[in-house]
């Protein structure tokens, strides 16, 4: 392996420790990247032998309710024989991670970069892999961060949707009053507007905020039957918070051409309570997404936040609206030339 090559894998693997989109176990590195599992085995050994980038290390066991557990304690206390099990495979199960940004979440900010910036800083040694993967990045103050733990617990009420079985948690309400429920979960959405990620039990009126649920759902047995609910059945093909009674599905398809790991991560993840309706596969070098959605305003609106890397095919009516406002854009940038002397 070329010198470029290497530099440019090791970029990739970095960004993926450092999403917070990923489960970064050790097979899931190795099969997103395309390597050998030894590989991603000896490169998180010399992270951790790195006396600056151990710092930036964590290790968790997801089987581990024991939150002081810390892998770095535990290669200090054995080095040799925690250096042995990591290469033997038996962190695989791992989830970890490398946190390497200097501002909190509160100060990230969009860098706009001019092209002489742009080429400024790339003669300083930054590759194209690492800008593409997170070293210039963007988080809008106006969306709120999906973390891990509420990623969980949307798969955990996916599945029990599809399975029609209950589910417990744990509930701090707007008063900060901590609330027990228990029910049949229904109608998953999530709020394109604040991103916020919302869910109905089929046993009472309430609707329920996901980051709201104060600790992992759990599946409830023998609750008793699934209750008869009587709603329109294209309520299903909602997209985010968008439905009115009479409307009908509409079928989309969108090509996604930016096919780096992270990308492709964060796109799953949010269509991951839509699996029983869409279908995502790879097509040659790009991505396919196909879906009936009801709610095309709000499914505008999440293709706007990917930029570039989407493009739509279907619907058509979309697809002109959104070239014909890009034409408008273009129009207006080249109409400002007349305007540099003011």
């Given at each position: 392996?070329?010198?470029k ?32 599992i ?5 490169f ?12 930036c ?25 925690v ?6 495979g ?24 001019t ?71 229904v ?8 991103n ?50 009479d ?8 090509v ?9 991560q ?66 207006l ?10």
């Amino acid at each position: 392996m070329d010198n470029k090559k290497t530099l440019e894998l090791i970029s990739d693997i970095i960004a993926l420790l450092n999403s917070e989109e990923y489960d970064a176990t050790i097979p899931a590195i190795a099969e997103s990247c395309n390597i050998p599992i030894e590989y991603v085995r000896k490169f998180i050994l010399q992270l951790v032998k790195n006396t600056i980038l151990s710092a930036c290390v964590t290790g968790e066991d997801p089987a581990s309710y024991n939150s002081d557990n810390n892998f770095i304690d535990e290669y200090l206390d054995d080095e040799e024989g925690v250096s042995t099990n990591l290469l033997q495979g038996k962190y695989d199960h791992y989830l970890w991670s490398i946190k390497l940004k200097v501002l909190s979440l509160d100060e990230d900010q969009l860098l706009g970069l001019t092209a002489i910036e742009y080429g400024a800083i790339q003669s300083l040694g930054e590759t194209d892999t690492s800008f593409r993967h997170g070293a210039i990045y963007e988080i809008k103050d106006n969306v709120t961060k999906v973390e891990k733990n509420i990623r969980k617990n949307q798969e955990l009420i996916q599945t029990a949707i599809n399975n029609h079985t209950a589910i417990s948690f744990s509930y701090k309400n707007r008063k900060g009053i901590i609330e027990n429920h228990i029910g049949f979960p229904v109608n998953l959405a999530t709020s394109i507007a604040d991103n916020w990620i919302y869910f109905e039990l089929a046993n009472n009126n309430s609707t329920y905020r996901l980051d709201r649920v104060t600790d992992t759902i759990k599946a409830v047995k023998n609750f008793g039957p699934f209750p008869e609910i009587e709603e329109n059945p294209n309520k299903k093909y909602m997209w985010g918070s968008y439905f009115h009674e009479d409307a009908a599905p509409e079928h989309v398809k969108i090509v996604i051409s930016d096919t780096r790991p992270n990308m492709i991560q964060k796109i799953q993840n949010d269509i991951r309570h839509r699996k029983e309706l869409c279908s995502f596969y790879k097509q040659g070098d790009v991505y396919i997404y196909e879906d009936d959605i009801i709610g095309i305003p709000e499914f505008q609106r999440w293709i706007r936040g990917y930029g570039s890397s989407i493009q739509v095919i279907e619907p058509s009516y979309l697809r002109k609206d959104i070239i014909d406002k890009a034409r408008k854009t273009l129009a207006l940038y080249e109409s400002a030339e007349a305007w540099k002397n003011l």
